[in-house]
């Protein structure tokens, strides 16, 4: 038997102010508050300060770890999308959906160890008793209304992450109640009064991992800077690296794998995993070869083996086979054949596949995609996380789009870099505006550009997608709530947050991400480009890096290529956005067209300043890419100088520390878009020509977040934890079959909705799906401590 082991000490990283023992025991926060300035009665105006500044920092660092009991939750509303589908449709929008929902139960796996246990104990309980239900009996088990609406909070948070970490920031969250009461709770409940011993043993088996916030536990992480289940504990950058050469000589993508090693008779050996619903080994038929086996590789060993979230891909394969009965056109079916290919044997060439036939369905009513797809949460930035969406098209909204591809071949010439780094041929692209049905995984975005496969982008197409119904409730904003801005830019940022939002976004899928060229030589010799003639600009010699045939833009640039690449893409937003052609294409004119563009630009340099939330000083490192590149947008504006942003640090009405942010309007098209220009050249030709280190010392440069400089962003660190607010949660929809026909089953927007929703969605074969996750889970557990 191989068995996991932990290589290495870790250290302890203890640091001033952190949650208390307390806090590991479960005790609410308030109480911690109390007890962190009630301990003495000292009455100095020394100790009174300090017990104040105290305190305050306290409630900083707490309230990154909960979720508030008044966190926003929205009904994604997609009824009179879903009613205007034929019969046919909404089969085959049902079956996807299915296949999305359980395929999106594999990011608990991919999570923490703990998040499926978690997962099947809120369902246990919530599936015998509602949580209207279940109120009276947490009030007799001593809750009050707070700690059982903080519960609620909890299991909602869980559902809409798919875990317990947030998807956006990659920070655990942990129940804003004692753990005594949330275990009076259990106790209390009907599911534990059936089955006891189940009961009590799901919950000894996950209940100190969901309190628990040791420093490794906080956020997500490789080795000692976080929890990962992307890789057994024991790992380090330098395996991931080992590994990723060796993924690369055997020509086998990371994106659905994870890694472990292993302590085979005191030699170190890897294995790595493959998301299949086949468990054997050997070529299986369907297959030619089998990429699986035990290979020697600089002198370790490594075995490629299947049948990683096996029950689950057998879910998925299962109803992808139902959605091909109902499928418009062969370009559906043959995509739903390799993709059920790809889930069968772990094949990420049959989703390439897959993804060249979804690329060919051009214009369909009913738009999906599924898989192991954004890398983000990896912390080596290679392997997917499974997402699955199924929409329906707004057609009003995509003929905006479709204007905007049509200009694409007049707008890219704008951009900032040589032609020589602009791909040969602009392949256009599909750009529909999607109200979502089903979107599964750990979070929704606002828009996608995919497939992330750089092969096929590079000369077979992409398809963009903005997705409607999620930016109409996600950019909703109170106007008290609107932080770090003058009173004066408040009414207009209300205003055309949403319109301009909806222009960066169409700029960052389509131009953004669908921009640029990568320098590529062949595995016969051959380059597609001249390396004769083609001069770097940032050098003014030729080039003299690129990819080799085997790398790709993840796998060569791995932890901030994700974070790169978004900050290429809001970069390009920003800078076409000045262009009157884009602005009338959204039907923005005059002073409209003025109004639109200083809010996108000002709501990328507030942005900025939200993202040191996601930014942890103990490991110098970032939690979410988005939020990282929008803060080097920030650095890079503030060092463009001339007045053009202003950052300063103030005392809120509430006497509380604040931040202002200004941006003088009349300098946007000339200091703002010189400065962009520059930083946008700098990072296409640092990524055309693969020069990971001159990437990664300019990323790193403006990533750096210090308390030396001309602004004390450690500090301004710790206003944006005091004043921010919780991202929402969505409440999505179920489909289900009632004779020959789909019903919508839709839920309130609230805790107990989203919690509904969830419960129902799985409640055909709730007991088997939970002995499966549990089985997951359990045989896997030695391998992360």
């Not at 960052?508 to 030589?521: N, W």
Request: glycine residues 6%.
């Amino acid at each position: 038997m191989f068995r996991c082991v932990r290589f290495g000490k870790r250290l302890a990283t203890r640091m001033g102010f952190e949650p208390t023992r307390a806090e590991h025991n479960g005790l609410a926060v308030h109480r911690l508050n109390h007890s962190a300035t009630s301990s003495c009665r000292r009455t100095s105006t020394q100790y009174h300060s300090l017990s104040s500044a105290l305190t305050l920092r306290v409630k900083m660092v707490d309230s990154q770890y909960y979720l508030p009991n008044d966190i926003g939750i929205s009904k994604l509303d997609c009824r009179e999308a879903f009613l205007l589908l034929s019969p046919q449709e909404k089969m085959y929008s049902h079956y996807l959906s299915r296949a999305a929902w359980y395929g999106g139960l594999v990011v608990l796996l991919q999570t923490s160890p703990e998040s499926a246990n978690i997962f099947v104990l809120l369902q246990r309980i919530f599936r015998k008793q509602k949580p209207e239900q279940l109120e009276q009996v947490a009030a007799e088990a001593g809750l009050n209304s707070e700690e059982y609406t903080a519960f609620l909070v909890y299991a909602a948070g869980v559902y809409a992450n798919m875990g317990n970490y947030k998807s956006f920031g990659d920070t655990k969250f942990i129940p804003n109640l004692p753990k005594e009461k949330l275990k009076a709770l259990v106790w209390a409940s009907q599911a534990f009064q059936e089955q006891p011993a189940e009961m009590q043993a799901l919950w000894d088996s996950c209940s100190h991992l969901l309190y628990s916030l040791e420093d490794r536990q906080k956020q997500l992480g490789l080795g000692d800077k976080g929890i990962t289940t992307y890789f057994s504990g024991n790992c380090c950058l330098e395996d991931a690296e080992l590994t990723q050469k060796f993924l690369d000589s055997k020509k086998l993508s990371a994106y659905n794998t994870r890694l472990f090693k292993r302590d085979n008779g005191g030699k170190t050996s890897y294995e790595v995993r493959l998301a299949s619903a086949v468990l054997k080994d050997c070529a299986v038929e369907g297959e030619c070869s089998s990429c699986c086996g035990s290979f020697t590789f600089e002198d370790k060993e490594f075995t490629v083996k299947r049948g990683d979230y096996a029950p689950l891909m057998e879910k998925v394969c299962h109803y992808l086979q139902q959605a091909e009965a109902y499928a418009a056109n062969d370009n559906q079916k043959k995509m739903l054949e390799e993709y059920r290919r790809s889930f069968t044997f772990g094949s990420v060439e049959a989703h390439k596949e897959g993804s060249r036939y979804w690329i060919k369905d051009k214009g369909p009513i009913v738009e999906s995609y599924i898989g192991f797809i954004e890398s983000y949460r990896d912390p080596f930035g290679s392997r997917g996380e499974f997402e699955g969406f199924v929409a329906v098209v707004n057609k009003a909204m995509s003929e905006r789009f479709a204007s905007l591809v049509s200009s694409a071949e007049v707008l890219l010439p704008e951009l900032p870099w040589p032609r020589e780094f602009e791909k040969d041929t602009f392949l256009k692209p599909d750009f529909t505006s999607l109200d979502v049905l089903t979107f599964a995984g750990s979070g929704i975005p606002a828009g996608i550009n995919i497939p992330n496969y750089d092969d096929i982008r590079q000369s077979e197409g992409f398809k963009n997608v903005s997705l409607g119904n999620v930016l109409a409730v996600a950019h909703a904003t109170q106007k008290e709530k609107l932080t770090f801005l003058q009173e004066e830019d408040k009414d207009l940022f209300i205003k055309w947050k949403g319109p301009s939002f909806e222009v960066q976004v169409g700029l960052h899928e389509l131009l953004g991400h669908g921009s640029g060229k990568l320098f590529v030589q062949d595995d016969k010799g051959k380059f597609n480009f001249d390396k004769s003639k083609v001069i770097n600009p940032e050098t003014g010699e030729e080039v003299s890096s690129w990819y080799q045939d085997s790398e790709t833009w993840d796998s060569k640039f791995s932890t901030i290529a994700s974070s790169y690449e978004e900050c290429r893409a809001e970069c390009v937003g920003l800078y076409l956005c000045l262009n009157k052609q884009v602005l009338s294409i959204f039907g923005h004119e005059a002073q409209d067209a003025e109004d639109v563009v200083y809010i996108n630009w000002l709501s990328m340099v507030r942005a900025g300043l939200l993202g040191l939330e996601f930014y942890t000083p103990e490991s110098k490192s970032w939690r979410q890419a988005h939020m990282q590149a929008r803060f080097v947008i920030l650095r890079v504006l503030l060092e463009a100088g001339e007045g053009l942003v202003g950052l300063e640090e103030v005392t809120g009405p509430d006497g509380n520390p604040d931040a202002r942010i200004t941006l003088d309007r009349s300098r946007i098209r000339t200091v703002g878009k010189n400065a962009i220009h520059r930083f946008l050249c700098k990072l296409q030709v640092l990524k055309s020509t693969a020069d990971v280190e001159g990437g990664r010392a300019l990323y790193d440069k403006y990533s750096t977040v210090s308390d030396t400089g001309a602004h004390n962003f450690l500090r301004l660190r710790e206003t944006v934890l005091l004043r921010k607010e919780a991202r929402k949660l969505f409440v999505q929809a179920n489909t289900r079959i009632n004779g020959d026909s789909v019903e919508l089953v839709e839920y309130e927007g609230s805790q107990a909705g989203l919690i509904n929703s969830f419960t129902e969605r799985f409640q055909d074969d709730a007991e088997q799906l939970e002995a499966d996750l549990l089985e997951m889970s359990k045989n896997d557990a030695a391998c992360w401590c």
